[in-house]
């Protein structure tokens, strides 16, 4: 099992900067892959970004060189760096750790931009 909290959410300008945090808690040496994901309402929810075990990071084509996952093993923390929000970046945020074929998802933190 392993448990997931977000935290960071909020509402900021078109133009600024958020940053997120995922904390995680349980079997995280069997991590096999960390990620993000968004969901805006009455739309599906989309990958944002994630990182595998051997530390490659992806991205969404609609934020890349926007954002920036990163992980900090030392203190079982995932963060995700927005910047240059835009209006379409809002949604709700979740991390979710998958291990083997289970996935572990967060309650989400809700991301709003405005103009």
């Known amino acids: 099992q392993v448990r997931l909290v977000e935290s960071g959410g909020g509402l900021v300008q078109a133009g600024g900067s958020l940053r997120l945090s995922c904390s995680i808690s349980g079997r995280t040496l069997s991590i096999d892959t960390l990620g993000w994901y968004r969901q805006a309402p009455g739309k599906r929810r989309d990958f944002v970004s994630d990182?595998?075990?051997?530390?490659?990071?992806r991205y969404a084509d609609s934020v890349k060189g926007r954002f920036t996952a990163s992980a900090n093993s030392a203190n079982d923390t995932m963060y995700l760096q927005m910047d240059r929000l835009k209006l379409e970046d809002t949604a709700t945020y979740y991390c979710?750790?998958?291990?083997?074929?289970?996935?572990?998802w967060g309650q989400g933190t809700q991301v709003t931009i405005s103009s």
């Open positions: 979710v750790a998958v291990l083997g074929d289970a996935d572990y």
């Open positions: 990182i595998s075990r051997d530390g490659t990071i």
